[in-house]
T-cell receptor, first 113, second 115 residues
Framework: GQQVMQIPQYQHVQEGEDFTTYCNSS?????IQWYKQRPGGHPVFLIQ?????EVKKQKRLTFQFGEAKKNSSLHITATQTTDVGTYFC?????????????FGKGTHLIIQP | DAGITQSPRYKITETGRQVTLMCHQT?????MFWYRQDLGHGLRLIYY???????DKGEVPDGYVVSRSKTENFPLTLESATRSQTSVYFC??????????????FGAGSRLTVL
């Protein structure tokens, strides 16, 4: 099945520093989604990228989809304590979404005040 | 807007017992999914369903059974629980149809401990 590799697994930053997580696939993806899970919570959809080279922004969050549609990144500028959590990328399974998404293992963002 | 609810939120059971985790959604979404989340493994798909009475295996189905007699409910049963099934279980749903509709909405999760 679909596989997406996500790095790093853990990232410690000082509050105010930037943060980036990367997602890579060996195959071309139809789209990529990003989810955030707060500690003790459930994954919540952030954004979906569809087009090659697409860049989307949500306030301090910038999402990119690679030109070859095999990689993606999430960058947070000037992290805040509210950004703490695990960030997952996810790709459609071969059934075009009917059979769900394959998630990366996630990047745990730990912020030190 | 009740959304998607899971019960129980926490469950402790013993090896060999049968456990059923419930999932209910109020949106009439066609698709429903069960994932388990374990440290180091992220989210892994157990079973999914495209509609009532249609279910299929995901990545890690062994030891689990599902049913979907009604669109809104998608229970997950561990027929004989094992310690390796200690995990957090998430139910999710998504609507059918148009492009961009592959977004999953997750329930709050059910934390299961098997002793």
């Amino acid at each position: 099945g679909q596989q997406v590799m996500q790095i790093p697994q853990y990232q410690h930053v000082q509050e105010g520093e930037d943060f980036t997580t990367y997602c890579n696939s060996s195959t071309t993806l139809s789209n990529i989604q990003w989810y955030k899970q707060r500690p003790g919570g459930h994954p919540v959809f952030l954004i979906q990228l569809v087009k090659s080279g697409e860049v989307k922004k949500q306030k301090r969050l910038t999402f990119q989809f690679g030109e070859a549609k095999k990689n993606s990144s999430l960058h947070i500028t000037a992290t805040q304590t509210t950004d703490v959590g695990t960030y997952f990328c996810a790709a459609l399974n071969s059934g075009g979404g009917a059979d769900g998404l394959t998630f990366g293992k996630g990047t745990h963002l730990i912020i030190q005040p | 807007d009740a959304g998607i609810t899971q019960s129980p939120r926490y469950k402790i059971t013993e090896t060999g017992r049968q456990v059923t985790l419930m999932c209910h959604q109020t949106w009439s979404h066609s698709y429903m999914f069960w994932y388990r989340q374990d440290l180091g493994h992220g989210l892994r798909l157990i079973y999914y369903s495209a509609a009532a009475d249609i279910t299929d295996k995901g990545e890690v189905p062994d030891g689990y059974v599902v049913s979907r007699s009604k669109t809104e409910n998608f229970p997950l049963t561990l027929e004989s629980a094992t310690r390796s099934q200690t995990s957090v279980y998430f139910c999710a749903s998504k609507r059918a149809g148009i492009s961009g509709a592959n977004v999953l909405t997750f329930g709050a999760g059910s934390r299961l401990t098997v002793l």
